[in-house]
T-cell receptor, first 118, second 112 residues
Framework: GAVVSQHPSWVICKSGTSVKIECRSL??????MFWYRQFPKQSLMLMAT?????????EQGVEKDKFLINHASLTLSTLTVTSAHPEDSSFYIC??????????????FGEGSRLTVL | QKEVEQDPGPLSVPEGAIVSLNCTYS??????FMWYRQYSRKGPELLMY????GNKEDGRFTAQVDKSSKYISLFIRDSQPSDSATYLC????????????FGAGTRLAVHP
């Protein structure tokens, strides 16, 4: 299957700092990527849809000024958690659709990034 | 009511058992159905992908979709300890919109 890479896989930061997480599609171009958040023992919750060359579309209840998304190229989307607080500690996962499969809805996921805010 | 319901388990079975995992959903607009496997602290890995109703088999895995009942299943035959993971069902609507709605995930433990 297609490969989606996330970096860093884990990060610890102090409260008030900003953290950037990168999501890359390694062997395909992704015009759309998705960012999810997952709390322990809970399912993935879609935060936003990242569109190459345009603004991200955020889900209801997600603060766009808190979670900045940039999709500057067809292979890279970044999520920046600004002024992080302990309640932002979570597992963040990105995904992208491999367009060549032509199968709507089939997504490939990154390994996830675990953020811990002290 | 959640759009997708999935029993979180945990489900514990002996090695070699047949495992049945299920999800129900409420929105009849869902057309694409997927099962993902997620190991601890890892991203989900696509296992099965089906469109509309019917069965699909891939090795030890069989996915079933019953749209009339709004019910999907994943069967794992000859389960192995390496199958121990959380299994997430996911589904999306028609029209090329790739927003996936996930179930809560079922934690499966296969013991030797």
């Amino acid at each position: 299957g297609a490969v989606v890479s996330q970096h860093p896989s884990w990060v610890i930061c102090k409260s008030g700092t900003s953290v950037k997480i990168e999501c890359r599609s390694l062997d395909f171009q992704a015009t759309t990527m998705f960012w999810y958040r997952q709390f322990p023992k809970q399912s993935l919750m879609l935060m936003a849809t990242s569109n190459e060359g345009s603004k991200a579309t955020y889900e209801q209840g997600v603060e766009k000024d808190k979670f900045l998304i940039n999709h500057a190229s067809l292979t890279l989307s970044t999520l920046t958690v600004t002024s992080a607080h302990p309640e932002d500690s979570s597992f963040y996962i990105c995904s992208a659709r491999e367009p060549r499969t032509g199968r709507t809805g089939e997504l490939f996921f990154g390994e996830g990034s675990r953020l811990t805010v002290l | 009511q959640k759009e997708v319901e999935q029993d979180p388990g945990p489900l514990s079975v002996p090695e070699g058992a047949i495992v049945s995992l299920n999800c129900t959903y409420s929105n009849s607009a869902f057309q694409y159905f997927m099962w993902y496997r997620q190991y601890s602290r890892k991203g989900p890995e696509l296992l099965m992908y089906t469109y509309s109703s019917g069965n699909k088999e891939d090795g030890r895995f069989t996915a079933q979709v019953d749209k009339s009942s709004k019910y999907i299943s994943l069967f794992i035959r000859d389960s192995q300890p390496s199958d121990s993971a959380t299994y997430l069902c996911a589904m999306s609507r028609t029209g090329g919109y790739n927003k996936l709605i996930f179930g809560a995930g079922t934690r499966l433990a296969v013991h030797p």
